[in-house]
């Protein structure tokens, strides 16, 4: 299935989705947004996203439950995740099937080596067109 060029944040705080929203569209992210795990995953559905950034205390569909039908989904279960809460710990987001953790409140740069990690393997491995021959 083909992934879209964008980053999906899911967190019910409207000012902490605008705040990172912000920043991502700073180093040149597309960026959409959620309030919770429901409004998320019927996106994902429509256009998956290159990497979730989700927290896990939310109303309607929490984040743990979002990510454990992420993984059941054959469209959706190699889409990376990152936990970023004030809840919950590295290892058991590893053990849900997240690719990272950072823990809020989090420093700028902790975020952006993550999704740099994250994201320069399936962005390096696009192919490209052969270079012309020179006659």
Avoid at 12 to 36: C, H, K, S, T
Avoid at 115 to 133: H, Q
């Amino acid at each position: 299935m083909r992934r879209w060029p964008y980053i999906l944040i899911v967190d019910d705080d409207e000012d902490f989705r605008a705040g990172l929203r912000l920043a991502l569209e700073m180093r040149g992210y597309q960026v959409e947004e959620r309030q919770n795990g429901q409004e998320a995953l019927a996106l994902l559905t429509e256009k998956p996203a290159l990497l979730v950034l989700l927290d896990l205390q939310m109303p309607v569909m929490n984040g743990r439950e979002m990510l454990s039908r992420m993984r059941a989904s054959p469209d959706l279960k190699e889409v990376p995740v990152v936990i970023i809460s004030g809840f919950g710990f590295e290892w058991e987001a590893e053990l849900m099937g997240a690719q990272g953790y950072i823990g809020k409140p989090f420093e700028p740069p902790e975020l952006e080596k993550t999704i740099a990690t994250l994201l320069r393997p399936r962005l390096v491995s696009v192919p490209r067109p052969a270079p012309e021959k020179l006659h």
